[in-house]
T-cell receptor, first 113, second 115 residues
Framework: AQSVSQHNHHVILSEAASLELGCNYS??????LFWYVQYPGQHLQLLLK??????LVKGIKGFEAEFIKSKFSFNLRKPSVQWSDTAEYFC???????????FGGGTRLMVKP | GAGVSQSPRYKVAKRGQDVALRCDPI?????LFWYQQALGQGPEFLTY????????KSGLPSDRFFAERPEGSVSTLKIQRTQQEDSAVYLC?????????????FGAGSRLTVL
């Protein structure tokens, strides 16, 4: 079975601070990795994804994530957050042998103006 | 349509009532998923359809939960004899081809409150 762990449940930052959200997964095989974001009052949206190739992937709004296979990690980063980044962020993994996307518990980010 | 549409957006049910939640996926999308998201938690997988075939229902929490997609497009999630622990947001998602190969597009969800 696959599982996803997000270490920080709540993060509070000031604008312009740097962001790193941790994500670790457990799955023995090849995986696809995702970060989804849910802005207040909106539905889940894809932020970025990793299928193969360059382990450093860039997504929308200046976000990036690095896949480190040896650490089973896929941490999300942004060099300088904005107030509009206030949202809940979910890491997710799909093992190629299975059908379902497994989500972590989410990290609620609040950016103070 | 342009996105995944779910209805109703909000449903309040008395304990013991049956409810039906509808999902209209993006036109032509082969794969359809149902997820359950309890307050403060991440979405939990319920079931998966490829066209009209229900290929995985391992996440359905009890036999009170039933899902169908008879013509390979619209799907309905039915919960019989609702219990308070069923209170959650039920998310539907679809993707263009088979599961695992591409990105899921989510609907806004149906928030169920069982009193």
């Amino acid at each position: 079975a696959q599982s996803v762990s997000q270490h920080n449940h709540h993060v509070i930052l000031s604008e312009a601070a740097s962001l790193e959200l941790g994500c670790n997964y457990s799955y023995g095989g090849t995986v696809n990795l995702f970060w989804y974001v849910q802005y207040p009052g909106q539905h889940l949206q894809l932020l970025l994804k990793y299928f193969s190739g360059d382990p450093l992937v860039k997504g929308i709004k200046g976000f990036e994530a690095e896949f480190i296979k040896s650490k089973f990690s896929f941490n999300l980063r942004k060099p300088s957050v904005q107030w509009s980044d206030t949202a809940e962020y979910f890491c997710a993994v799909n093992g190629l042998a299975g059908n379902m996307l497994t989500f972590g518990g989410g990290t609620r980010l609040m950016v103070k103006p | 349509g342009a996105g995944v549409s779910q209805s109703p957006r909000y449903k309040v049910a008395k304990r013991g009532q049956d409810v039906a939640l509808r999902c209209d996926p993006i036109s032509g999308h082969v794969s359809l998923f149902w997820y359950q998201q309890a307050l403060g938690q991440g979405p939990e997988f319920l079931t998966y359809f490829q066209n009209e075939a229900q290929l995985d229902k391992s996440g359905l929490p009890s036999d009170r939960f039933f899902a169908e997609r008879p013509e390979g497009s619209v799907s309905t999630l039915k919960i019989q004899r609702t219990q308070q622990e069923d209170s959650a947001v039920y998310l539907c998602a679809s993707s263009r081809s088979r599961a695992g190969a591409n990105v899921l597009t989510f609907g806004a969800g149906s928030r169920l409150t069982v009193l």
